[in-house]
Protein backbone atom coordinates (compact mmCIF):
# COMPACT_ATOMS: atom_id res chain seq x y z
CA UNK A 1 0.00 0.00 0.00
CA UNK A 2 1.18 3.82 -0.56
CA UNK A 3 2.11 6.15 1.79
CA UNK A 4 -0.21 8.04 3.13
CA UNK A 5 0.85 11.63 4.18
CA UNK A 6 -0.31 13.62 6.78
CA UNK A 7 -1.58 16.03 5.22
CA UNK A 8 -3.09 17.30 1.93
CA UNK A 9 -1.60 19.91 0.03
CA UNK A 10 -3.91 22.45 -1.64
CA UNK A 11 -2.33 23.70 -4.93
CA UNK A 12 -3.47 25.22 -8.68
CA UNK A 13 -3.59 23.16 -11.20
CA UNK A 14 -0.33 24.61 -12.67
CA UNK A 15 0.92 24.17 -9.13
CA UNK A 16 0.18 20.51 -8.89
CA UNK A 17 1.20 18.85 -12.27
CA UNK A 18 4.91 20.70 -11.58
CA UNK A 19 5.03 17.11 -9.13
CA UNK A 20 4.79 15.69 -12.28
CA UNK A 21 8.58 14.41 -13.73
CA UNK A 22 10.30 13.75 -17.32
CA UNK A 23 10.10 10.06 -17.40
CA UNK A 24 7.06 9.04 -15.21
CA UNK A 25 4.59 7.31 -15.90
CA UNK A 26 1.25 9.23 -15.15
CA UNK A 27 -2.62 7.15 -14.51
CA UNK A 28 -5.58 9.17 -15.91
CA UNK A 29 -9.42 8.24 -14.64
CA UNK A 30 -11.46 8.16 -17.44
CA UNK A 31 -14.90 7.82 -18.92
CA UNK A 32 -16.69 10.98 -17.10
CA UNK A 33 -14.33 11.36 -14.27
CA UNK A 34 -11.60 12.49 -16.46
CA UNK A 35 -9.73 15.57 -14.81
CA UNK A 36 -9.38 17.59 -17.63
CA UNK A 37 -8.16 20.45 -15.66
CA UNK A 38 -5.09 18.83 -14.80
CA UNK A 39 -4.51 17.48 -18.00
CA UNK A 40 -4.46 20.81 -19.28
CA UNK A 41 -2.88 22.22 -16.76
CA UNK A 42 0.06 19.56 -17.75
CA UNK A 43 -0.18 20.20 -21.21
CA UNK A 44 0.51 23.76 -20.95
CA UNK A 45 4.18 22.96 -19.55
CA UNK A 46 4.91 20.48 -21.83
CA UNK A 47 8.35 22.52 -22.27
CA UNK A 48 9.68 21.41 -19.34
CA UNK A 49 8.82 17.54 -19.74
CA UNK A 50 10.55 14.72 -22.00
CA UNK A 51 8.88 11.32 -22.35
CA UNK A 52 6.16 11.34 -19.57
CA UNK A 53 4.35 8.32 -20.34
CA UNK A 54 0.15 8.81 -20.13
CA UNK A 55 -1.70 5.82 -19.70
CA UNK A 56 -5.95 5.20 -19.14
CA UNK A 57 -8.78 3.45 -20.43
CA UNK A 58 -11.66 5.64 -22.02
CA UNK A 59 -11.59 9.61 -21.62
CA UNK A 60 -14.22 11.92 -21.92
CA UNK A 61 -13.54 15.30 -24.09
CA UNK A 62 -9.98 16.35 -25.70
CA UNK A 63 -6.93 14.21 -25.05
CA UNK A 64 -4.30 17.30 -26.32
CA UNK A 65 -1.00 15.42 -25.12
CA UNK A 66 -1.46 13.28 -28.62
CA UNK A 67 -1.01 16.18 -30.61
CA UNK A 68 2.31 16.05 -32.93
CA UNK A 69 3.24 19.27 -31.18
CA UNK A 70 3.55 17.54 -27.88
CA UNK A 71 5.34 14.51 -29.22
CA UNK A 72 8.47 15.32 -27.64
CA UNK A 73 7.16 15.69 -24.36
CA UNK A 74 4.28 13.40 -23.84
CA UNK A 75 3.63 9.27 -25.12
CA UNK A 76 0.44 7.89 -24.82
CA UNK A 77 0.07 4.07 -24.01
CA UNK A 78 -3.83 3.34 -23.99
CA UNK A 79 -5.25 0.53 -22.57
CA UNK A 80 -8.59 1.18 -25.12
CA UNK A 81 -8.75 3.47 -27.94
CA UNK A 82 -11.45 6.11 -27.95
CA UNK A 83 -12.27 8.59 -30.47
CA UNK A 84 -9.89 11.60 -29.07
CA UNK A 85 -6.48 9.13 -29.12
CA UNK A 86 -7.61 6.92 -32.07
CA UNK A 87 -5.78 8.91 -34.86
CA UNK A 88 -3.11 9.17 -32.41
CA UNK A 89 -2.60 5.15 -32.36
CA UNK A 90 -2.90 5.04 -35.97
CA UNK A 91 -0.26 7.36 -36.58
CA UNK A 92 1.93 6.35 -34.07
CA UNK A 93 2.01 9.17 -31.66
CA UNK A 94 0.79 6.71 -29.24
CA UNK A 95 0.45 2.94 -28.53
CA UNK A 96 -2.31 0.17 -27.63
CA UNK A 97 -2.13 -2.57 -24.86
CA UNK A 98 -4.61 -5.79 -26.03
CA UNK A 99 -5.74 -6.59 -22.35
CA UNK A 100 -8.96 -7.39 -20.69
CA UNK A 101 -10.42 -4.89 -18.40
CA UNK A 102 -10.41 -7.30 -15.65
CA UNK A 103 -6.83 -7.80 -15.38
CA UNK A 104 -6.31 -3.95 -16.13
CA UNK A 105 -5.35 -2.96 -12.35
CA UNK A 106 -3.06 -6.35 -11.82
CA UNK A 107 -0.75 -4.25 -14.71
CA UNK A 108 -1.08 -1.76 -11.73
CA UNK A 109 -0.94 -3.89 -8.79
CA UNK A 110 1.62 -6.26 -9.73
CA UNK A 111 4.10 -3.65 -10.66
CA UNK A 112 4.47 -4.63 -13.89
CA UNK A 113 3.30 -0.71 -15.13
CA UNK A 114 3.99 1.26 -12.11
CA UNK A 115 2.27 4.06 -11.65
CA UNK A 116 4.35 7.30 -10.60
CA UNK A 117 1.62 10.22 -10.86
CA UNK A 118 -2.02 9.28 -10.95
CA UNK A 119 -4.73 12.16 -11.61
CA UNK A 120 -8.17 11.58 -10.59
CA UNK A 121 -11.34 13.22 -10.12
CA UNK A 122 -12.62 13.02 -6.81
CA UNK A 123 -15.98 14.46 -4.76
CA UNK A 124 -15.34 17.08 -1.77
CA UNK A 125 -14.47 15.20 1.48
CA UNK A 126 -17.46 14.19 3.69
CA UNK A 127 -17.64 14.87 7.63
CA UNK A 128 -15.54 11.58 7.87
CA UNK A 129 -12.78 13.02 5.80
CA UNK A 130 -14.19 10.47 3.01
CA UNK A 131 -13.91 11.19 -0.75
CA UNK A 132 -15.48 9.41 -3.66
CA UNK A 133 -14.45 8.47 -7.34
CA UNK A 134 -17.77 9.12 -8.30
CA UNK A 135 -19.17 7.43 -11.48
CA UNK A 136 -15.66 5.28 -12.80
CA UNK A 137 -13.93 3.20 -10.34
CA UNK A 138 -13.04 0.56 -13.16
CA UNK A 139 -8.71 0.46 -12.86
CA UNK A 140 -8.55 3.43 -10.90
CA UNK A 141 -7.88 1.69 -7.37
CA UNK A 142 -5.11 -0.46 -8.77
CA UNK A 143 -3.04 3.19 -10.36
CA UNK A 144 -4.18 4.83 -7.12
CA UNK A 145 -2.30 1.44 -4.37
CA UNK A 146 0.49 1.54 -7.02
CA UNK A 147 1.09 5.50 -7.35
CA UNK A 148 3.83 7.51 -5.74
CA UNK A 149 1.67 10.82 -5.87
CA UNK A 150 -2.08 11.27 -5.89
CA UNK A 151 -3.17 14.68 -7.35
CA UNK A 152 -6.87 14.77 -7.35
CA UNK A 153 -9.28 17.24 -9.00
CA UNK A 154 -12.39 17.94 -5.91
CA UNK A 155 -14.89 18.79 -8.02
CA UNK A 156 -18.43 19.04 -6.07
CA UNK A 157 -20.38 17.60 -9.08
CA UNK A 158 -18.59 14.36 -8.91
CA UNK A 159 -21.48 11.97 -7.16
CA UNK A 160 -20.90 10.06 -3.74
CA UNK A 161 -20.96 6.72 -5.19
CA UNK A 162 -21.55 3.52 -2.91
CA UNK A 163 -19.58 0.49 -3.58
CA UNK A 164 -15.62 0.04 -3.53
CA UNK A 165 -14.96 4.01 -4.52
CA UNK A 166 -14.13 6.00 -1.09
CA UNK A 167 -10.62 7.13 -0.66
CA UNK A 168 -9.80 9.42 2.40
CA UNK A 169 -8.69 13.09 1.86
CA UNK A 170 -5.48 11.72 3.43
CA UNK A 171 -4.53 9.73 0.78
CA UNK A 172 -4.72 12.44 -2.01
CA UNK A 173 -1.20 14.31 -1.43
CA UNK A 174 -2.77 17.44 -3.55
CA UNK A 175 -5.78 18.77 -4.22
CA UNK A 176 -7.43 21.18 -7.02
CA UNK A 177 -10.48 22.68 -6.41
CA UNK A 178 -12.43 22.64 -9.64
CA UNK A 179 -16.29 23.26 -10.11
CA UNK A 180 -17.25 22.00 -13.69
CA UNK A 181 -20.06 20.06 -14.54
CA UNK A 182 -19.52 16.47 -15.70
CA UNK A 183 -19.53 15.61 -19.80
CA UNK A 184 -22.82 14.66 -20.34
CA UNK A 185 -23.21 11.33 -22.94
CA UNK A 186 -25.87 12.14 -25.03
CA UNK A 187 -28.04 8.41 -26.32
CA UNK A 188 -27.55 7.25 -29.68
CA UNK A 189 -30.76 7.60 -31.95
CA UNK A 190 -32.09 3.98 -32.19
CA UNK A 191 -33.05 3.42 -35.85
CA UNK A 192 -35.23 0.53 -37.33
CA UNK A 193 -32.37 -1.65 -37.73
CA UNK A 194 -31.92 -1.18 -33.71
CA UNK A 195 -35.21 -1.38 -33.12
CA UNK A 196 -35.54 -4.66 -34.79
CA UNK A 197 -32.19 -6.16 -32.69
CA UNK A 198 -33.26 -4.97 -29.60
CA UNK A 199 -36.94 -6.99 -29.69
CA UNK A 200 -34.87 -9.84 -31.04
CA UNK A 201 -32.84 -9.82 -28.15
CA UNK A 202 -35.54 -8.69 -25.65
CA UNK A 203 -37.44 -11.98 -26.64
CA UNK A 204 -34.09 -13.79 -25.29
CA UNK A 205 -34.36 -12.58 -22.06
CA UNK A 206 -36.03 -14.60 -19.48
CA UNK A 207 -38.02 -12.98 -16.15
CA UNK A 208 -34.99 -13.14 -13.13
CA UNK A 209 -31.90 -13.08 -15.21
CA UNK A 210 -29.33 -11.03 -14.54
CA UNK A 211 -27.98 -8.20 -17.31
CA UNK A 212 -25.04 -6.99 -19.09
CA UNK A 213 -24.88 -4.37 -21.71
CA UNK A 214 -23.11 -1.55 -22.51
CA UNK A 215 -23.46 2.06 -24.27
CA UNK A 216 -24.74 2.90 -27.36
CA UNK A 217 -27.87 2.54 -29.50
CA UNK A 218 -28.67 -1.30 -29.54
CA UNK A 219 -28.25 -1.46 -25.75
CA UNK A 220 -30.71 1.62 -25.81
CA UNK A 221 -33.23 -0.68 -27.75
CA UNK A 222 -33.17 -3.86 -25.74
CA UNK A 223 -33.89 -1.63 -22.69
CA UNK A 224 -36.15 0.08 -24.22
CA UNK A 225 -38.27 -3.39 -24.83
CA UNK A 226 -37.75 -4.85 -21.20
CA UNK A 227 -40.69 -2.48 -19.56
CA UNK A 228 -43.21 -6.30 -19.30
CA UNK A 229 -40.30 -8.15 -17.82
CA UNK A 230 -40.01 -8.99 -14.02
CA UNK A 231 -37.44 -9.65 -11.48
CA UNK A 232 -34.25 -8.72 -13.34
CA UNK A 233 -30.53 -7.80 -12.30
CA UNK A 234 -27.64 -5.80 -13.24
CA UNK A 235 -24.02 -6.76 -12.99
CA UNK A 236 -22.30 -5.06 -15.40
CA UNK A 237 -19.00 -3.37 -16.47
CA UNK A 238 -21.20 0.05 -17.30
CA UNK A 239 -24.51 0.83 -17.59
CA UNK A 240 -26.67 4.72 -18.71
CA UNK A 241 -29.77 6.39 -18.68
CA UNK A 242 -31.98 3.21 -20.21
CA UNK A 243 -31.62 1.44 -17.13
CA UNK A 244 -33.08 4.26 -15.04
CA UNK A 245 -36.48 3.61 -16.30
CA UNK A 246 -36.80 -0.37 -15.70
CA UNK A 247 -35.60 0.95 -11.89
CA UNK A 248 -38.68 2.96 -11.75
CA UNK A 249 -41.05 0.74 -13.42
CA UNK A 250 -40.06 -2.12 -10.83
CA UNK A 251 -38.69 -4.63 -13.76
CA UNK A 252 -35.03 -4.61 -12.26
CA UNK A 253 -35.05 -5.58 -8.82
CA UNK A 254 -31.70 -7.83 -8.56
CA UNK A 255 -33.87 -10.33 -6.30
CA UNK A 256 -32.79 -13.12 -7.80
CA UNK A 257 -28.90 -12.48 -8.01
CA UNK A 258 -26.46 -14.65 -6.05
CA UNK A 259 -24.34 -11.37 -5.81
CA UNK A 260 -25.07 -8.05 -4.57
CA UNK A 261 -28.92 -8.92 -4.48
CA UNK A 262 -30.64 -6.46 -4.86
CA UNK A 263 -27.75 -4.04 -5.99
CA UNK A 264 -26.96 -2.77 -9.27
CA UNK A 265 -23.13 -3.93 -9.82
CA UNK A 266 -21.07 -1.77 -12.21
CA UNK A 267 -17.75 -0.50 -12.78
CA UNK A 268 -18.51 2.97 -14.23
CA UNK A 269 -21.35 4.93 -16.15
CA UNK A 270 -21.71 7.35 -18.55
CA UNK A 271 -24.70 9.15 -19.16
CA UNK A 272 -26.80 12.63 -18.55
CA UNK A 273 -27.23 14.62 -15.40
CA UNK A 274 -29.73 12.50 -14.60
CA UNK A 275 -28.11 9.19 -14.50
CA UNK A 276 -25.53 11.12 -11.92
CA UNK A 277 -27.64 11.81 -9.89
CA UNK A 278 -28.91 8.50 -9.74
CA UNK A 279 -25.99 7.11 -8.80
CA UNK A 280 -25.09 10.02 -6.07
CA UNK A 281 -25.78 8.34 -2.90
CA UNK A 282 -27.72 5.93 -3.98
CA UNK A 283 -27.31 2.06 -1.92
CA UNK A 284 -29.19 0.84 -5.12
CA UNK A 285 -25.71 1.45 -6.94
CA UNK A 286 -22.33 -0.55 -6.34
CA UNK A 287 -19.64 1.08 -8.21
CA UNK A 288 -16.95 -1.71 -7.75
CA UNK A 289 -13.23 -2.16 -9.10
CA UNK A 290 -12.96 -4.14 -12.40
CA UNK A 291 -11.24 -7.03 -11.12
CA UNK A 292 -14.61 -7.70 -9.41
CA UNK A 293 -17.11 -7.14 -11.75
CA UNK A 294 -15.25 -8.30 -14.28
CA UNK A 295 -14.21 -11.71 -13.21
CA UNK A 296 -15.32 -14.36 -14.88
CA UNK A 297 -15.80 -16.57 -11.57
CA UNK A 298 -17.92 -13.44 -9.96
CA UNK A 299 -20.12 -13.40 -13.18
CA UNK A 300 -20.87 -16.99 -13.19
CA UNK A 301 -22.68 -17.11 -9.53
CA UNK A 302 -25.70 -14.90 -11.08
CA UNK A 303 -28.36 -16.70 -12.73
CA UNK A 304 -29.45 -16.26 -16.17
CA UNK A 305 -26.37 -13.60 -17.67
CA UNK A 306 -27.55 -12.18 -20.00
CA UNK A 307 -24.09 -10.42 -21.67
CA UNK A 308 -25.22 -8.18 -24.09
CA UNK A 309 -21.84 -7.25 -26.61
CA UNK A 310 -21.34 -5.51 -30.34
CA UNK A 311 -18.93 -6.67 -32.89
CA UNK A 312 -17.71 -4.88 -35.91
CA UNK A 313 -17.71 -7.94 -38.30
CA UNK A 314 -18.02 -12.19 -37.74
CA UNK A 315 -16.62 -14.52 -40.05
CA UNK A 316 -18.80 -17.57 -40.91
CA UNK A 317 -17.23 -19.73 -38.80
CA UNK A 318 -18.50 -17.69 -35.56
CA UNK A 319 -14.89 -15.19 -35.27
CA UNK A 320 -15.61 -12.27 -33.47
CA UNK A 321 -13.69 -8.80 -34.49
CA UNK A 322 -15.25 -5.94 -32.09
CA UNK A 323 -11.92 -3.59 -31.58
CA UNK A 324 -10.23 -3.19 -35.13
CA UNK A 325 -11.73 -2.36 -38.36
CA UNK A 326 -8.84 -4.28 -40.55
CA UNK A 327 -5.53 -2.75 -39.14
CA UNK A 328 -6.90 0.17 -37.59
CA UNK A 329 -7.64 -0.06 -33.82
CA UNK A 330 -10.47 1.07 -33.12
CA UNK A 331 -11.29 0.56 -29.68
CA UNK A 332 -10.48 -2.30 -27.52
CA UNK A 333 -10.41 -5.86 -25.68
CA UNK A 334 -12.50 -4.01 -23.04
CA UNK A 335 -14.60 -6.67 -20.75
CA UNK A 336 -16.67 -8.32 -24.26
CA UNK A 337 -14.60 -11.83 -23.06
CA UNK A 338 -15.00 -11.32 -19.60
CA UNK A 339 -18.79 -11.39 -19.95
CA UNK A 340 -19.26 -13.49 -22.76
CA UNK A 341 -17.26 -16.17 -20.86
CA UNK A 342 -19.47 -15.16 -17.27
CA UNK A 343 -22.57 -15.73 -18.97
CA UNK A 344 -22.01 -18.96 -20.77
CA UNK A 345 -20.70 -20.89 -17.45
CA UNK A 346 -23.58 -18.94 -15.90
CA UNK A 347 -26.92 -20.94 -15.13
CA UNK A 348 -29.40 -19.97 -17.95
CA UNK A 349 -26.97 -17.86 -19.57
CA UNK A 350 -27.03 -16.35 -22.55
CA UNK A 351 -23.88 -14.68 -24.13
CA UNK A 352 -25.18 -12.36 -26.93
CA UNK A 353 -23.22 -10.93 -29.98
CA UNK A 354 -25.46 -8.21 -31.88
CA UNK A 355 -24.86 -6.38 -34.54
CA UNK A 356 -26.83 -4.81 -37.55
CA UNK A 357 -26.31 -7.10 -40.26
CA UNK A 358 -24.49 -4.36 -43.03
CA UNK A 359 -22.15 -1.25 -42.31
CA UNK A 360 -23.71 2.27 -43.35
CA UNK A 361 -22.04 1.56 -46.66
CA UNK A 362 -24.06 -1.68 -47.25
CA UNK A 363 -20.97 -4.10 -46.55
CA UNK A 364 -22.06 -7.13 -44.79
CA UNK A 365 -20.75 -7.16 -41.55
CA UNK A 366 -20.88 -11.27 -41.89
CA UNK A 367 -18.15 -11.85 -43.83
CA UNK A 368 -15.91 -15.41 -45.02
CA UNK A 369 -12.93 -14.04 -43.34
CA UNK A 370 -11.87 -11.02 -41.22
CA UNK A 371 -10.52 -8.59 -42.89
CA UNK A 372 -6.27 -8.31 -42.99
CA UNK A 373 -5.14 -7.41 -40.23
CA UNK A 374 -8.50 -7.59 -38.12
CA UNK A 375 -8.32 -9.00 -34.61
CA UNK A 376 -10.17 -11.84 -32.76
CA UNK A 377 -11.65 -9.72 -29.93
CA UNK A 378 -13.93 -13.23 -29.36
CA UNK A 379 -13.31 -16.51 -30.01
CA UNK A 380 -15.55 -18.88 -31.98
CA UNK A 381 -15.30 -21.41 -29.47
CA UNK A 382 -17.15 -18.64 -26.59
CA UNK A 383 -19.47 -17.29 -28.94
CA UNK A 384 -22.86 -18.47 -28.47
CA UNK A 385 -25.89 -16.23 -29.60
CA UNK A 386 -25.84 -13.79 -32.78
CA UNK A 387 -28.44 -11.42 -33.44
CA UNK A 388 -29.05 -9.13 -36.42
CA UNK A 389 -31.99 -7.45 -37.57
CA UNK A 390 -33.00 -11.19 -39.82
CA UNK A 391 -32.95 -13.26 -36.33
CA UNK A 392 -31.29 -14.98 -34.23
CA UNK A 393 -28.38 -18.01 -34.92
CA UNK A 394 -27.21 -20.34 -31.65
CA UNK A 395 -23.54 -21.68 -32.83
CA UNK A 396 -23.37 -23.40 -29.67
CA UNK A 397 -22.33 -26.98 -30.43
CA UNK A 398 -22.81 -26.38 -34.11
CA UNK A 399 -19.63 -27.86 -36.37
CA UNK A 400 -18.19 -25.02 -39.01
CA UNK A 401 -20.01 -25.96 -42.05
CA UNK A 402 -23.48 -25.63 -39.40
CA UNK A 403 -22.34 -22.16 -37.71
CA UNK A 404 -21.49 -20.93 -41.55
CA UNK A 405 -25.31 -22.14 -42.36
CA UNK A 406 -26.92 -20.33 -39.36
CA UNK A 407 -24.87 -17.33 -39.56
CA UNK A 408 -26.39 -16.62 -43.85
CA UNK A 409 -29.60 -16.92 -42.82
CA UNK A 410 -29.21 -14.07 -40.71
CA UNK A 411 -27.14 -11.92 -43.09
CA UNK A 412 -28.81 -8.91 -45.23
CA UNK A 413 -30.50 -10.86 -48.03
CA UNK A 414 -28.53 -8.99 -50.54
CA UNK A 415 -25.39 -10.66 -49.18
CA UNK A 416 -26.48 -14.21 -48.77
CA UNK A 417 -25.59 -15.36 -51.99
CA UNK A 418 -22.15 -14.07 -52.03
CA UNK A 419 -21.69 -15.68 -48.60
CA UNK A 420 -23.14 -18.88 -49.60
CA UNK A 421 -20.70 -18.96 -52.46
CA UNK A 422 -17.95 -18.30 -50.38
CA UNK A 423 -19.07 -21.00 -47.95
CA UNK A 424 -18.76 -23.63 -51.06
CA UNK A 425 -15.51 -22.43 -51.70
CA UNK A 426 -14.47 -23.00 -48.22
CA UNK A 427 -16.41 -25.64 -47.35
CA UNK A 428 -16.97 -28.99 -49.31
CA UNK A 429 -20.14 -30.34 -49.49
CA UNK A 430 -21.30 -27.26 -48.23
Same mark, same amino acid.
Given at each position: ????????????????????????????????????????????????????????????????????????????????????????????????????????????????????????????PDKHG??????????TLGAL?????????????????????????????????????????????????????????????????????????????????????? $??? +? #??????? !???? =??? /??????????????????????????????????????????????????????????????????????????????????????????????????????????????????????????????????? $??? +? #??????? !???? =??? /?????????????????????????????????
Amino acid at each position: MRHIPAKTTLQSAAGAVKHIQSGQRVFVQGAAMTPQTLLTALCDRSEDLRDVEIIHIHTEGPAPYVEDKYAKSFRHNACFVGANVRGAVKTGNADYIPVFLSEMPILFRRGILPIDVALVSVSPPDKHGFCSLGSSIDITLGALESAKVVIAEVNPHVPRSHGDGNIHWKEIDIAVEVNRPLPAAKPREVGPVELEIGEQIANLVEDGATLQMGIGAIPDAVLAQLGNHK $RLG +V #HTEMFTD !GLIK =LVE /KGVVTGEEKKVLPSVIVATFAMGTKKLYDFIDDNPLVAMKDASFTNDTAVIRQNPKVTAINSAIEIDLTGQVCADSIGKLQYSGVGGQMDFIRGASLSEGGKPIIALPSTTSRGESKIVPFLREGASVTTT $RAH +V #HYVVTEY !GVAN =LFG /KNLRQRAKALIQIAHPDHRGALEAAAFSRFEKF
